[in-house]
């Protein structure tokens, strides 16, 4: 029996996949990543995956060449601050294909030629018009996590940071918020800052705490930048198998 594979609906299918995926992680993992970057990731990954296949055909080669991929994309879109972020991250994309990929099954099963390959694209249409209508509104805005910059001289830091409405924490002696950084992020700020101080500060179970804090030049993230801005260090345990390494105070907003 003769089999025809065109590589054309293949890659199609391959790239609905993995963008399904890529949408499905991003509003699950509740990340800020741009529908615009994860359509252009993919087509970059799904092409990479056609030639795999043209080079080497079925077998163990493109399985562990699709699985690095994978591992490539996510490490590309959402830039996981741990090992334990980047290993749900995976699990996650891994679920959503067995799901996508079952969906996509059942057309196929049920129906022939066109219809089942345009019943992939339409469930694809479908989330891609989800997701930006949640990226466009910000229904996720009470528990987003964002990507910001902090500027200090000639150092730059780059965190994920998330966005919390019960940061209220203020440093009483210039006035501003407090963005509370893991203590590893804090001392590369440190090289380059000023003077420290100490601010007290409680939480639930604790009074009459101190914390170090500095003030920084910058923070800037997508639509908008803040100047000066002050942070505060907190220990890296706090951030432990958690996705992001900054609390963002509630004072803050995306613009």
């Given amino acids: ?3 025809t594979i065109y590589i054309d609906v293949l890659w199609l299918r391959t790239f609905f996949v993995e963008l399904n ?4 992680v991003n509003l699950w993992m509740k990340r800020e990543c741009r529908v615009i970057h994860i359509l ?5 990954a799904a092409s990479a995956q056609i030639l795999l296949f043209i080079l080497t055909g079925y077998g163990v080669p493109v399985l562990i060449g699709g699985l690095l991929l994978r591992s490539g994309v996510l490490l590309l879109l959402f830039r996981p601050q741990s090992a334990a972020v980047f290993l749900r991250l995976f699990l996650w994309s891994m679920a959503a294909t067995v799901a996508i990929g079952g969906i996509l099954g059942v057309a196929q099963t049920y129906l022939s030629g066109k219809y089942w390959f345009a019943s ?6 479908c989330s891609m018009l989800v997701s930006l209508v949640l990226e466009e509104r910000r229904i996720l805005h009470d528990d987003r996590i964002y990507r910001v910059t902090f ?3 000639e150092t730059s830091v780059k965190v994920m940071g998330l966005y919390d409405t019960g940061n209220r924490l203020n440093d009483p002696y210039v006035h501003a918020p407090v963005y509370i950084l893991a203590e590893r992020e804090y001392r590369q700020l440190m090289g380059e800052a000023g003077a420290v101080r100490l601010i007290p500060y409680a939480t639930v179970g604790v009074t009459d705490q101190m914390m170090e804090v500095m003030t920084v ?6 639509g908008g930048r803040q100047s000066p801005v002050v942070v505060g260090k907190a220990d890296d345990a706090l951030f432990a198998g958690k996705d992001y390494r ?3 105070p509630a004072a803050w907003h995306p613009g």
């Fill in 120 to 125: 992939g694209c339409v469930l694809c249409a």
């Fill in 21 to 24: 995926v890529c949408l499905f």
């Fill in 217 to 222: 030049d910058a923070l800037e993230w997508k």
């Fill in 246 to 248: 900054l609390i963002l």
């Fill in 1 to 3: 029996m003769e089999l």
């Fill in 151 to 153: 500027h200090q001289a």
């Fill in 40 to 44: 252009w990731v993919n087509a970059v």
